[in-house]
């Protein structure tokens, strides 16, 4: 299973940084360049959470943490979908 999930990955042709799932709906990444986009969005979300302590007032938080995770998750989601496949549904590998 996951020879053929490397396998799938490998198959890239196009440089897409993100294929779509070989399960499910969504992207996963495929490139360096995919991985440094989700690394780079993890690192800021736990940065963000490292601004938040328990004297954090209800509506700080919204400010300080929800607002950018949620602009983060957006921007996230362009780039998989401009430098991804088209999304869609699959459960297994693509039949040839």
């Given at each position: 299973?996951?020879k053929?999930?490397?396998?799938?990955?490998?198959?890239?042709?196009?440089?897409?940084?993100?294929?779509?799932?070989?399960?499910?709906?969504?992207?996963?990444?495929?490139?360096?360049?995919?991985?440094?986009?989700?690394?780079?969005?993890i690192?800021?979300?736990?940065?963000?959470?490292?601004?938040?302590?328990?004297?954090?007032?209800p509506?700080?938080?919204?400010?300080?943490?929800?607002?950018?995770?949620?602009?983060?998750?957006?921007?996230?989601?362009?780039?998989?979908?401009?430098?991804?496949?088209?999304?869609?549904?699959?459960?297994?590998?693509?039949?040839?």
């Amino acid at each position: 299973m996951l020879k053929e999930y490397i396998r799938y990955l490998k198959n890239n042709p196009d440089g897409h940084w993100f294929k779509a799932k070989l399960y499910g709906w969504g992207w996963t990444p495929a490139t360096w360049q995919g991985f440094t986009v989700l690394f780079v969005y993890i690192a800021l979300i736990v940065l963000f959470a490292f601004t938040i302590d328990e004297t954090s007032p209800p509506r700080e938080i919204a400010f300080t943490f929800a607002l950018p995770v949620i602009l983060l998750t957006i921007a996230v989601i362009r780039i998989c979908h401009k430098k991804g496949e088209k999304p869609r549904w699959q459960w297994g590998p693509p039949k040839k």
